[in-house]
Every structure is written in structure tokens, then in C-alpha cells.
């Protein structure tokens, strides 16, 4: 595992808890794929506060191999061997995809961070509030009193760390809630729920 960058250096460790002790802050992460898939290193670099690109390598890698480690979150995938043009071709469209995306991806990962401290209730709650769901809306559609809607608002927006209810419902929004209706991603619809 290397963390390269665009002027033709890089640093080599051994292992994955040598790069989180060292903390990069610039370049790339270039691993094997044998040191595991993207999702799973992204998610190691992440809970180390690291927050650079990752590109993957394997000898004779195939169509699918490459194409689920881009939806896991890797940023490129070379074929071993390469060269090290090829490296620094690959490090160039990180810096590049970092400098025009980068400030988003690291807003969208924190806050994705901070949704998994929230129970699954916690987190449905937030993703009514992101809707504009009211706390009377959510406890009809929900089938709970008010006051436990409430309980369970005031918990998520203390555990997110803020302070109000619009800046609950934008760590929501930067970690992708809201996409569509939470009715239909929870198998329900208010107006089924009001006429039971």
C-alpha cells in the first residue's frame, strides 16, 4: 500500500494501521485489491479520518471487479503491472476529481459518519424531518403520540452534535436522505396509514 501523489513520489507502507498512524493529508491511496474491496478500506480510512481517493490494482482485473470497486467508492483501477506514467496518469485524475468533488465526498462521508450513531428509529425520524414531515405528520404516519416523536427528534439532533433542527436536517441532506419519499422506501403511504 503507497500513498502517491502528482510529483512522481510516494511513500510505501506495509500495512493498512501504518497508513492510519501516519494520517496523509494529499495524494493518493494505492492498494492492492488483495488488501480488500473498496467499500471496506474507504470505510478503515474513514473511521481514521482520512479522506483521500483510493485507487486499486490486481493482476488481469475483470469488467466487474473494476466496476464494483467504482460504485464501493475507489476513484480509479489499475491492471498489474503498470507504470509508473500510469500511476502518475491516475494520481492527476484524482487531483483532479478531488479539487472539483473532493470538499463534497469529505461533507458527505462526515455526515454519514454521524447518521451511524443513530438507532434505525432515530435515523427514519431524520429522514421525515429532511422530507418536511411535521412531528403531528410523523406520529400519525408512524402510529406513536406526539411527545415520543418529539423525544426521539431531540435525541437525533443531540447525537448529530448541533444545535437545531436545520442543521439536523442538512447533515440528512449531505448524507443523502430526502432522495425520495420515506413512504415508499418504508412500504407505507400517509394517506394508507390515516385511512386504517
Aim: hydrophobic share 40%.
Amino acid at each position: 500500500m503507497s500513498v502517491c501523489d502528482c510529483g512522481g513520489s510516494s511513500e510505501i507502507y506495509e500495512t493498512l494501521d501504518e497508513v492510519l498512524e501516519a494520517k496523509p493529508t494529499s495524494g493518493a491511496i494505492l492498494a492492492s485489491s488483495g488488501c480488500g474491496d473498496a467499500k471496506s478500506l474507504l470505510a478503515k480510512l474513514r473511521e481514521g479520518d482520512i479522506y483521500l481517493p483510493l485507487i486499486l490494482f490486481a493482476e488481469a482485473p475483470t469488467t466487474t471487479q473494476i466496476v464494483r470497486a467504482a460504485h464501493d467508492g475507489a476513484a480509479d483501477f489499475l491492471a498489474w503491472p503498470f507504470t509508473g506514467e500510469d500511476v502518475l496518469q491516475s494520481c492527476t485524475y484524482c487531483e483532479a476529481f478531488m479539487e472539483e468533488r473532493g470538499g463534497a465526498i469529505m461533507r458527505q462521508e462526515i455526515a454519514r459518519n454521524h447518521l451511524e450513531q443513530l438507532t434505525p428509529r432515530e435515523r427514519e425520524i431524520l429522514e421525515f424531518m429532511v422530507n418536511g414531515y411535521s412531528n403531528k405528520d410523523m406520529a400519525k404516519f408512524l402510529d406513536l403520540s406526539p411527545r415520543t416523536i418529539e423525544d426521539y427528534r431531540l435525541n437525533t439532533i443531540k447525537k448529530l452534535g448541533v444545535g437545531a433542527t436545520s442543521a439536523a436536517i442538512r447533515i440528512g441532506l449531505e448524507a443523502g436522505l430526502g432522495q425520495g419519499d420515506e413512504a415508499a422506501s418504508f412500504g407505507r403511504s400517509p394517506a394508507k396509514q390515516q385511512a386504517n
